[in-house]
């Protein structure tokens, strides 16, 4: 173990609520029964119109030991997933941030189990994750942890299957964005693994059960709205890395990433206000993407070709 590391780590779990009285019990019993002491739960209560604080509240009572080491902040006015993390982010003390959604579940020794990893000095831990539709639970198994991966969707940008070191929120003033909520994890995942120094894939580790049976999470609501924070977060992330220098490293993933964005968005809101700085950007980055998104085709062989394209392009470093 690498003394220069704490040997006991706080990591700190947020956890959003809104709407979640169906799951939230089991959630909440697997955070409480972790088999890892030092922990700071702090739960965001984002106006929730259900009882969903209520059974959170009632189920606290069956865990005596860790009532001390748990927060329920309360917003005046709903602020959605961004704002309930960020509240929750700025409120922790703890070494390592884990964003755990409540309507999910997670392996009772899931930190024990990246413990070891925390030890030896890494600040972006991600694991796989089991996919829960109520009916059966599948393993989903991941492509390998790199920037690229990420950028393109090869593998999901899930902020809930990575605990990451506080430090680089803090330095590095990566914080969710009030307002973006569908696209919010790869917000913060596509910049937070760009200047991390050391990240992992613990690819045979599920620790965390994503639920796919509830209908009402953002992951199920598609809309303009959902296609609008794509572009503003695929826009962010594009300026956060042109700040460190990295476009030219990573141009494919960037350039398809908006191109994929700039396609949906004009086939439902041609005149959004969005298409046109997407438009700016692509055509500097990549005229091939660029013509690709706008070509007289429907939405799904545009996809396709944009797919295709980043394949090709990945492989033969067009």
């Given amino acids: 173990m690498d003394k220069r590391f704490?040997?006991?780590?706080?990591?700190?779990?947020?956890?959003?609520?809104?709407?979640?009285?169906?799951?939230?019990?089991?959630?909440?019993?697997?955070?409480?029964?972790?088999?890892?002491?030092?922990?700071?739960?702090?739960?965001?209560?984002?106006?929730?119109?259900?009882?969903?604080?209520?059974?959170?509240?009632k189920t606290i009572e069956d865990y005596p030991q860790r009532q001390s080491q748990i927060s329920i902040i309360s917003h005046e006015t709903n602020r959605g997933l961004a704002g309930s993390r960020l509240t929750g982010l700025q409120n922790s003390t703890g070494d390592y941030i884990w964003c755990v959604d409540s309507d999910d579940y997670v392996d009772k020794?899931?930190?024990?189990?990246?413990?070891?990893?925390?030890?030896?000095?890494?600040?972006?831990?991600?694991?796989?994750?089991?996919?829960?539709?109520?009916?059966?639970?599948?393993?989903?198994?991941?492509?390998?942890?790199?920037?690229?991966?990420?950028?393109?969707?090869?593998?999901?940008?899930?902020i809930w299957k990575c605990v990451v070191s506080k430090e680089l929120y803090?330095?590095?003033?990566?914080?969710?964005?009030?307002?973006?909520?569908?696209?919010?994890?790869?917000?913060?995942?596509?910049?937070?693994?760009?200047?991390?120094?050391?990240?992992?894939?613990?690819?045979?580790?599920?620790?965390?059960?994503?639920?796919?049976?509830?209908?009402?999470?953002?992951?199920?609501?598609?809309?303009?709205?959902?296609?609008?924070?794509?572009?503003d977060s695929a826009i962010i992330v594009y300026d956060f890395y042109k700040q460190h220098n990295e476009i030219s490293r990573y141009r494919i993933g960037l350039s398809f990433r908006l191109a994929m964005c700039y396609a949906r968005l004009k086939n439902i809101d041609a005149v959004n206000?969005?298409?046109?700085?997407?438009?700016?950007?692509?055509?500097?980055m990549d005229r091939v993407c660029f013509f690709l998104a706008n070509c007289p085709l429907n939405i799904s062989k545009k996809i396709f070709l944009l797919q295709t394209y980043r394949l090709l392009a990945s492989k033969f470093t067009i």
């Fill in 6 to 57: 704490n040997k006991n780590p706080k990591v700190s779990i947020l956890v959003p609520i809104y709407g979640t009285e169906k799951y939230i019990e089991k959630c909440a019993r697997t955070l409480f029964e972790q088999t890892y002491d030092n922990i700071e739960y702090i739960f965001v209560n984002d106006c929730t119109k259900d009882a969903s604080v209520e059974i959170l509240k």
């Fill in 273 to 284: 206000s969005r298409c046109k700085k997407l438009a700016t950007v692509i055509k500097q």
């Fill in 109 to 158: 020794n899931a930190i024990i189990e990246i413990l070891f990893y925390m030890h030896q000095g890494y600040d972006f831990i991600s694991f796989n994750f089991y996919s829960d539709n109520g009916d059966e639970v599948i393993k989903f198994n991941s492509k390998p942890l790199t920037i690229d991966n990420l950028l393109t969707n090869v593998i999901p940008p899930s």
């Fill in 170 to 231: 803090i330095k590095y003033c990566i914080n969710p964005v009030i307002g973006i909520n569908s696209s919010e994890d790869y917000l913060l995942t596509a910049r937070l693994i760009l200047v991390a120094k050391k990240s992992i894939l613990l690819d045979n580790n599920y620790l965390y059960y994503y639920n796919v049976a509830n209908l009402n999470s953002y992951m199920n609501n598609v809309n303009v709205r959902s296609y609008e924070n794509s572009a």
